[in-house]
């Protein structure tokens, strides 16, 4: 199995940025199709951003298009959420997650493997 730790949360005032970071272990990283999750207080847990076992097909959800770019280095086993223009709505607990497949997925039930979460905050 992998182990996915995220990091780089934090608070920030809408307009900044911020870069999460998702440490894989355990297993090589490049195996795996990664993708990134956020769940707000009293909400549903959405998808954000999707890669391909490649890291070359991506997917973003219609919220963040055009602000947040998923990216990955198999060399340093980590994938990464850059988010710019961050807005209040965008507070949420961000998740990784990683999955057994080749091509990118929207949908949590198709990932195997969840970090434990961290928290970004958007203040106005």
């Known amino acids: 199995q992998v182990q996915l730790v995220e990091s780089g949360g934090g608070s920030v005032q809408a307009g900044g940025s911020l870069r999460l970071s998702c440490q894989a272990s355990?297993?090589?990283?490049?195996?795996?199709?990664m993708g990134w999750f956020r769940q707000a207080p009293g909400k549903e847990r959405e998808f954000v951003a999707a890669?391909?076992?490649?890291?070359?097909?991506?997917k973003y959800a219609d919220s963040v298009k055009g602000r947040f770019t998923i990216s990955r280095d198999d060399a340093k086993n980590t994938a990464y959420l850059q988010m710019n223009s961050l807005n209040p709505e965008d507070t949420a607990v961000y998740y990784c997650?990683?999955?057994?497949?080749?091509?990118?997925?929207?949908?949590?039930?198709?990932?195997?493997?969840w970090g434990q979460g961290t928290q970004v905050t958007v203040s106005s």
């Open positions: 890669n391909s076992r490649s890291g070359i097909t991506t």
């Open positions: 997650a990683a999955r057994g497949g080749v091509v990118v997925n929207t949908r949590p039930d198709e990932y195997d493997y």
């Open positions: 355990g297993r090589t990283f490049s195996i795996y199709a």
